[in-house]
């Protein structure tokens, strides 16, 4: 049930906010509207307005806004009835650009939204800027840098959190930084040079970045135990902390997971703390399969624990409309190059996922929370926005790319070559929509979805 509850939710917020793009833009240019409506199909609920008919529709997997005048009577697709000044078809070029443009780009305002307003309530998750792991021979180890140290300054810039750490050290460009750092209470300084390396991205892509040779320090609590698991079965609390595994040290969550996911059938010995007390328990972490970033399927093992929360760090409501804003570029440029991937065949077809992988992983992030459920709610929404600005004929993209035609040639395509174009176009929209619906029964559990 609450994997229904949230897709409802999820795609019903989504839709609602790209209709009301279409329709708010549309009443400011002018333009009557005869319908707005929520879903498809049979109308359960219906209001009428002074000009404008509302309906909630049985179907929720999409909404339209009927605009008068929608075809021009001149290409004998509208009707002369229609008040010509409220006639969308006889709005300029540029209006109706706006018009249709608006919808998707509403999808990217709400996702800013969304993340701005969780900056500003919540707060972005951070970790100290503690050093964890240190790499020999690396320049944090040059340096004289060990476990345990706090940086505190880089070039006398104040620094907080690794996130500012890493920001730093990738704007260096390689050069030399005074790092000012706190080791058992005194404040010291050294010079470091971050030295080039290769890291690879969600896709598996190598990109270039600067590197100190250490990661964060972060203690690997355990938060979320997994009923049935076995992290549950061997008596894992919340609250325990890994210190080490088979005898080696963990200094942070991803360590703990890293070593995790690389022991699937395999036993392995745990040192936990738990209320000052040393324990060592054994287990044996559950075989997954799982697509990895290029879209492979690779084994990984889970012992079904979860991170207890991380310290969050506040925005100011300037700051987190500027960090919202951010987050949705780089989630738009990320989702783009995965579409990019997609067409030229770096990615498999079978990553792609319809509405019940949606529905499974909305229900999965409401059980995390609120937040959680509103980061997949902004995400969502960066993929509709971009989705629908493909230049597929019946998407919003489509009718953008025939405004463009019209720009150029100084006239609309004719309305016969439109209809079948969009006719193409929904056929391939169908066909996509079964093979994403195909996917989502071949890779996730049905019966989850009515959970």
Not at 35 to 49: K, N, Q
Request: glycine share 12%.
């Amino acid at each position: 049930m609450t994997t229904i509850l949230s897709f409802v939710v999820v795609i019903g917020i989504l839709i609602l906010v790209h209709e009301l793009g279409h329709f708010v833009v549309a009443r400011w240019m002018g333009v009557g509207v005869e319908r707005f409506s929520i879903g498809f199909g049979p109308v359960l609920l219906r209001w009428r307005g002074k000009e404008t008919e509302y309906c909630l529709s049985a179907v929720p997997m999409g909404g339209y806004v009927k605009m008068m005048g929608e075809e021009s009577p001149l290409e004998g697709g509208g009707t002369a009835t229609v008040d010509p000044a409220k006639s969308f078809s006889l709005k300029p070029l540029a209006a109706r650009f706006l018009i249709v443009f608006a919808g998707p780009g509403m999808n990217f305002v709400l996702a800013a939204a969304i993340f701005a307003v969780v900056f500003m309530i919540v707060g972005r998750p951070v970790l100290p800027s503690t050093l964890g792991r240190i790499k020999a021979d690396g320049p944090a180890a040059q340096a004289g840098l060990r476990t345990g140290d706090r940086v505190t300054a880089v070039d006398g810039v104040p620094v907080t959190n690794w996130e500012d750490l890493l920001g730093a050290i990738q704007a260096s460009g390689g050069e030399t930084r005074q790092i000012a750092f706190s080791r058992d209470g005194r404040e010291q300084r050294v010079a470091l040079t971050p030295a080039r390396t290769k890291a690879r991205d969600v896709f598996g892509d190598e990109r270039e970045v600067w590197d100190i040779g250490a990661g964060p320090f972060a203690p690997a609590r355990i938060g979320e135990i997994l009923p049935g698991y076995p992290a549950a079965k061997v008596g894992l609390r919340g609250g325990d902390v890994v210190v080490a595994v088979d005898g080696n040290a963990v200094l942070s969550w991803d360590e703990l997971a890293e070593t995790i996911h690389k022991r699937a059938g395999k036993p392995m010995e745990l040192t936990i703390e738990r209320a000052g007390r040393s324990l060592t328990v054994s287990v044996v972490p559950q075989g997954f399969k799982e697509r990895g970033p290029s879209g492979q399927e690779i084994d990984i093992g889970r012992i079904g624990i979860g991170p207890a929360a991380v310290s969050y760090l506040r925005s100011n409501p300037i700051q987190a409309v500027w960090y919202g804003v951010a987050r949705t570029w780089d989630i738009t440029v990320l989702t783009a190059r995965g579409l990019w991937k997609l067409v030229t065949r770096q990615l498999p077809a079978s990553t792609i996922g319809g509405p019940i992988q949606i529905a499974v992983v909305a229900g999965e992030q409401a059980k995390q929370g609120l937040m959680s459920l509103a980061f997949f709610t902004a995400v969502i929404s960066v993929n509709l926005g971009l989705l629908n600005l493909l230049p597929v004929p019946i998407l919003d993209g489509g009718h953008l790319f025939f405004f463009v035609i019209e720009g150029i040639l100084g006239r609309p395509l004719s309305l016969r070559k439109r209809e079948v174009a969009q006719q193409v176009g929904l056929f391939l929209l169908l066909l996509l929509m079964v093979f994403a619906v195909y996917n989502d029964l071949t890779r996730i559990d049905f019966l989850r979805f009515f959970k």
